[in-house]
């Protein structure tokens, strides 16, 4: 396995999106069928744009890309904040790892 398949955002981008995936197929089961396809598309593309960073062609092109990652990962917080604040239950497990990704896409994005 390569350097870049180890990469720490990237694991954790992944799984992210796996368990965004299985929330959504849960509120599809419930029909809130708008909101999983919001939150589906906004958690699956942190992992996509953090993927497509570590490929990046200079320095200039990797932060935006992950400046992207971090702008999907506010948007799927939003989201899931949206689906608390009208009494859905949202796994605490997947707010803490959103917000755990937020945290380290900041500090890839300043460190860069």
Known sequence: MSKLNE???RIKS???????VRYCDFLKENKDFE???????????IGANTREAQRGVSIKDFKNKFGIALKE??????WLEILEAT?????KDIMD??????????????NS
């Open 7 to 9: 990469s720490p955002i």
């Open 14 to 20: 992944f799984q992210f999106a796996c368990e965004i």
């Open 35 to 45: 909101l999983a396809s919001q939150l589906l598309k906004s958690g699956t593309s």
């Open 73 to 78: 990962a506010d948007e799927t917080k939003y």
């Open 87 to 91: 009494g859905r239950q949202v796994p």
């Open 97 to 110: 790892r959103c917000e755990e990704l937020i945290r380290i896409l900041v500090a890839i994005i300043k």
